[in-house]
C-alpha cells in the first residue's frame, strides 16, 4: 500500500509564499504521476497541479502562474512551491497517485492519498 505523507503547510501571509513537499514511500510501481489537490471546508476537493514520471507539469486555472510543481520521480517526490497566496478557505493540500496511466484530473481518478496539510492564509 502507497503510504503519502505532505509536508509544509502552515499561516502565510498574503501574497506570501509556503513550499509544499510529498513523499511516497512503499511503491510497489512508480505511479506515472503524482499530483496536487486541495479542500477548503464546505468545498469539493479540487485539482490543483500534477507532474508527470516524464516531467510533465500540469495546472488548474486557479493554480496557473502563481503554482510551481516540481519533484524526482525517481524517488517519489512531489513539491509545490505556492506564490501570491491567496485567502482561499483554509484549505488542506493532499498529494495523490492516480489509477491511471495518464496525468488526471478528477479526484475519482487517483488511487492513493496522503493526509494533508493545512494552508492558511493571513490578510
Known amino acids: 500500500q502507497v503510504q503519502l505523507v505532505e509536508s509544509g503547510g502552515g499561516l502565510a501571509q498574503l501574497g506570501g509564499s509556503l513550499r509544499l513537499s510529498c513523499v511516497a514511500s512503499?511503491?510497489?510501481?512508480?505511479?506515472?504521476?503524482m499530483g496536487w489537490f486541495r479542500q477548503a471546508p464546505g468545498r469539493a476537493r479540487e485539482f490543483v497541479a500534477a507532474?508527470?514520471?516524464?516531467?510533465?507539469?500540469y495546472y488548474s486555472d486557479a493554480a496557473k502562474g502563481r503554482f510551481t510543481v516540481s519533484g524526482d520521480s525517481a524517488k517519489h517526490i512531489l513539491d509545490l512551491q505556492m506564490n501570491n497566496l491567496k485567502p482561499e478557505g483554509t484549505p488542506v493540500y493532499s498529494c495523490?497517485?492516480?489509477?491511471?496511466?495518464?496525468?488526471?484530473?478528477?479526484?475519482?481518478?487517483?488511487?492513493?492519498w496522503g493526509q494533508g496539510t493545512q494552508v492558511t492564509v493571513s490578510a
Open positions: 495523490a497517485t492516480p489509477s491511471r496511466l495518464y496525468v488526471a484530473r478528477k479526484e475519482s481518478e487517483y488511487a492513493h
Open positions: 507532474m508527470s514520471n516524464r516531467g510533465g507539469t
Open positions: 512503499d511503491v510497489a510501481f512508480s505511479p506515472y504521476a
